[in-house]
C-alpha cells in the first residue's frame, strides 16, 4: 500500500469499527474523533493535489504561449475548462483553444509545430 493511500484505508477501517462498535463503548466517542480528523486529513490531501496538477497545467499553458501571457501561473487562479473549438469564417474554419481560468478567458490559434518539437502550440 503506497503512503497516499493510507489515510482513505484509515477513514474506511474507522468507519467499519464504528459501525460495529456499540454506542455505549468507551471507545466509540473517540473512534467518532478519529474519524473526523482523518476525514479532514484526507480532505487536505485531496486539496493539496488537486492545487500541484492545476499548477502544472498553468505551467504547461504558460510554456505552450511561448510566454506570451506573463503571469498566468498565480496562486488565486484555477483552470476551469480546456476545449478546442472551430471558428467558422464563411467557408473556413480555424482551429481555436479556449480556455477558462477561474478570472481569464483566452482563445488561442491552434498551430501545428513543425520540425523536432511535434504537437500543438499557441
Known amino acids: 500500500i503506497m503512503p497516499v493511500q493510507r489515510i482513505p484505508r484509515y477513514v474506511l477501517i474507522l468507519r467499519d469499527l464504528i459501525k460495529h462498535c456499540p454506542v455505549d463503548h468507551p471507545d466509540h466517542g473517540l473512534l467518532l474523533q478519529a474519524l473526523e480528523v482523518m ?7 485531496n486539496s493539496s493535489e488537486e492545487q500541484a496538477t492545476n499548477v502544472e497545467l498553468l505551467k ?42 477561474s478570472d481569464v478567458l483566452l482563445c488561442a490559434t491552434v498551430r501545428r509545430r513543425t520540425g ?4 500543438v502550440g499557441y
Open 39 to 45: 476525514c479532514l486529513l484526507a480532505e487536505k490531501m
Open 60 to 101: 504547461e499553458l504558460e510554456f505552450c504561449f511561448n510566454g506570451l501571457v506573463p503571469g498566468l501561473v498565480s496562486p488565486h487562479r484555477h483552470l476551469v475548462r480546456k476545449d478546442r473549438v472551430s471558428e467558422v469564417i464563411g467557408s473556413q474554419t480555424k482551429d481555436r483553444l479556449m480556455i477558462m481560468l
Open 116 to 119: 523536432s518539437r511535434k504537437g
